[in-house]
C-alpha cells in the first residue's frame, strides 16, 4: 500500500491543471480524426455515446447477471468480459495463421470503444486481432480494481483473460502470441504472467503431476481468480518463448522475464509510454521506479513531450505517422521514432521497437532456437530470472 500511494504521489507531481491534458490529452487532439475515441462525440452517433456515458457513469458489478434478473437490468448493472473476435483490415480472420493476436483494453472502455481499439490495431498490422475485453464497470469501480490488481489481487477479467492465453500458447500451429495491453490491461497482463509463471516453475518434462495442479489451482482460487481447472496445462520453453508483451502506458508495478532461450529472455517485453500522461507515469515512465520498487523488464520507450492517455490518438496515432507511412516500400526503420528507448544501456539493439516490425502485415523474427537449449532458472526454483 505505501508503494501504491508513493506511486500515485509522484505520478500526479505535475501542475493540477495538467492533470486533464495528461489523460484527455491536449485540446489539438480532440477533433475529429479516423479511428480516434473522440469519433464517439463527432460521428452524429447519438445512441452509441449515450450507451458510453451510462456504461461509465454508473457503478456496475464485473460479471454475468444472476439468471433471475431482468434482461435490462442485467446489461445496466452488471458488465462481463467477454472474447470477440476481431479480423483484419480486410475483413479476414484466417490471415497469419501461425500467429495468435489479442488485445486488453484498458478502463472506462465499453463495446464501442474496444471496437475502435481493434479496427486501429487492425488496420496498422494487417491482422486478426482477439478482443479480451476488460469492460467498464463505471469510473469508481475501475480505478478500485486497477488498485487492486497493481497490489497483486485479481478480478474478474483475468479470468477471462487466461483461458484463451494459454489455449493459444499451447496450440502447436501457432509461432507467435501477440499481446497488446494498454492501461489497466497491463495490469491484467502482470497477473496473467505471474499466473504462468507458478505453472511454468512447476513444468518438468512437459508435464505436471496431480498435485502441482491441485497446488495452482488452490492458489487461483485463494487470489479470487474462477476459470475452470483444467486450463492449467504444463508450459514448456518453446511454448513460453512463444509469447511477445507489448505494453501501451503501462501502469504494473512488476512485469518480470520468467526463463531464457539460447541466452534470450522471454517471454519478450516491451512497453511504451507518453511523457506526460498520468497513468504511464505509475509505471513504465514512473519518476522514482527504484524507490517505489516499480520493476518492468524488457525495452521502456518514452514519447517526450507528449500527452495524453487514449490509445487511438494518443498512442498509435503517432506511430502510424512517422513509422507506418514511411515504412511503404522500405524494409526497415532507422529509429524508433516518436519513442525513444530510456534504458538504452541494458538494451543497446533494442532502439527501434520489435513492435515495428509487424507493421502493415510484416515480420522479421527470427524462429526459437532448440527447446533442449533451455537454461534451468526455472527448474532451480528460481521465480524471476532478470535480465536488466
Request: glycine share 8%; hydrophobic share 40%.
Amino acid at each position: 500500500m505505501r508503494e501504491l500511494v508513493g506511486s500515485v504521489t509522484d505520478a500526479l507531481a505535475m501542475a493540477p491543471t495538467s492533470w486533464v491534458p495528461s489523460f484527455l490529452g491536449l485540446p489539438s487532439s480532440w477533433g475529429p480524426a479516423p479511428y480516434s475515441e473522440y469519433q464517439l462525440l463527432w460521428s452524429g452517433d447519438v445512441p452509441r455515446l449515450a450507451r458510453y456515458l451510462v456504461d461509465v457513469g454508473i457503478p456496475s458489478v464485473p460479471g454475468r447477471a444472476p439468471g433471475w434478473v431482468p434482461g435490462p437490468l442485467a446489461s445496466l448493472f452488471w458488465h462481463p468480459s467477454h472474447v470477440d473476435r476481431h479480423p483484419d483490415e480486410n475483413g479476414r480472420s484466417d490471415s497469419h495463421p501461425h500467429e495468435a493476436w489479442f488485445f486488453i483494453n484498458g478502463i472506462l472502455h465499453d463495446d464501442a470503444l474496444a471496437q475502435m481499439n481493434g479496427d486501429y490495431l487492425a488496420y496498422l498490422f494487417h491482422r486478426p486481432i482477439t478482443l479480451l475485453q476488460n469492460s467498464t464497470d463505471g469510473v469508481l469501480v475501475d480505478l478500485l480494481e486497477c488498485a487492486v490488481e497493481r497490489l497483486g489481487a485479481t478480478a474478474e477479467d483475468v479470468d477471462a483473460a487466461f483461458p484463451p492465453l494459454m489455449k493459444a500458447l499451447k496450440d502447436p500451429e501457432k509461432e507467435r502470441v501477440v499481446v497488446i495491453a494498454h492501461s489497466q490491461g497491463t495490469l491484467i497482463v502482470a497477473v496473467v504472467l505471474e499466473l504462468i509463471r507458478h505453472i511454468y516453475a512447476r513444468t518438468s518434462s512437459n508435464r505436471l503431476s496431480d498435485a502441482d495442479v491441485d497446488a495452482i489451482y488452490r492458489r487461483t482460487r485463494a487470489d479470487g481468480m474462477r476459470f475452470d481447472r483444467r486450463h492449467i496445462k504444463p508450459l514448456n520453453a518453446r511454448e513460453l518463448g512463444r509469447l511477445e508483451l507489448y505494453c501501451f502506458a503501462n501502469c504494473a508495478s512488476h512485469m518480470r522475464y520468467i526463463d531464457a532461450v539460447d541466452g534470450a529472455a522471454f517471454p519478450w517485453i516491451e512497453s511504451f509510454g507518453n511523457q506526460h500522461d498520468i497513468v504511464a507515469r505509475l509505471g513504465v515512465v514512473a519518476p522514482h521506479p527504484g524507490q517505489r520498487q516499480i520493476e518492468i523488464d524488457g525495452p521502456r520507450y518514452e514519447h517526450r513531450g507528449a500527452w495524453g492517455h487514449l490509445l487511438n490518438v494518443h498512442y498509435l496515432r503517432a506511430i502510424e505517422q512517422t513509422q507506418l507511412r514511411e515504412r511503404v516500400g522500405r524494409a526497415a526503420a532507422h529509429d524508433g521514432a516518436p519513442y525513444t528507448l530510456i534504458n538504452r544501456p541494458r538494451f543497446p539493439a533494442a532502439v527501434v521497437p520489435r513492435l515495428y516490425d509487424y507493421l502493415a502485415g510484416g515480420s522479421s523474427i527470427p524462429k526459437l532456437g532448440r527447446p533442449d537449449r533451455v537454461r534451468g532458472a526455472h527448474r532451480n526454483g528460481d521465480p524471476s530470472l532478470r535480465t536488466r
